[in-house]
């Protein structure tokens, strides 16, 4: 990706607080809003429970897909709203490690309302590392990248 094109993204992640996160199941894929956060590579944090349809559809099948957008600060009736589509591969973040310590960290410096979740054992953290990204701005500046 060039680098107005990582500017674009990154502004994007930073003022989002929930994406889609679509998992594809045995017969249906499943879509979750959730919140998340992103590292300085662009990595996509996710927590859940390791009950979940979506956690156990991504330790099956890990390739997923990523929705977010800013429509609350654009332009509905003239969709003049910046949004990303990114896919990627998800993997579990072990749990107690150095790397959840980490992101730990990153997630709840972003999203601070979600801190009570961590006291559950059955808590999980997934790492969705991005391979191509559609982004399309408000401004229509748009670009298809991979990573």
Do not use: C
């Given at each position: 990706?060039?680098a107005?094109?990582?500017?674009?993204?990154?502004?994007?992640?930073?003022?989002?607080?929930?994406?889609?996160?679509?998992?594809?199941?045995?017969?249906?894929?499943?879509?979750?809003?959730?919140?998340?956060?992103?590292?300085?590579?662009?990595?996509?944090?996710?927590?859940m429970?390791?009950?979940?349809?979506?956690f156990?559809?991504?330790?099956?099948?890990?390739?997923?897909?990523?929705?977010?957008?800013?429509?609350e600060k654009?332009?509905?009736?003239?969709?003049?709203?910046?949004?990303?589509?990114?896919?990627?591969v998800?993997?579990?973040?072990e749990?107690?490690?150095?790397a959840?310590?980490?992101?730990?960290?990153?997630?709840?410096?972003?999203?601070?309302?979600?801190?009570?979740?961590f006291?559950?054992?059955?808590?999980?953290?997934?790492?969705?590392?991005p391979?191509?990204?559609?982004y399309?701005?408000?401004?229509?500046?748009?670009?298809?990248?991979?990573?």
């Open positions: 990706m060039e107005a094109q990582k500017e674009r993204l990154a502004a994007l992640l930073a003022e989002v607080q929930v994406a889609i996160l679509v998992t594809q199941g045995e017969q249906w894929p499943t879509a979750t809003m959730q919140a998340f956060a992103e590292t300085p590579d662009f990595d996509l944090l996710f927590i429970n390791d009950a979940t349809e979506k156990q559809n991504l330790l099956k099948h890990p390739y997923v897909t990523v929705f977010l957008d800013a429509r654009g332009k509905v009736e003239t969709f003049e709203i910046s949004r990303a589509l990114i896919q990627g998800a993997s579990e973040v749990r107690d490690s150095a959840w310590q980490a992101a730990k960290e990153i997630f709840l410096k972003k999203s601070p309302f979600e801190a009570p979740f006291k559950y054992p059955t808590l999980r953290m997934m790492r969705v590392k391979s191509r990204v559609s399309a701005g408000a401004d229509r500046f748009t670009f298809k990248a991979e990573f």
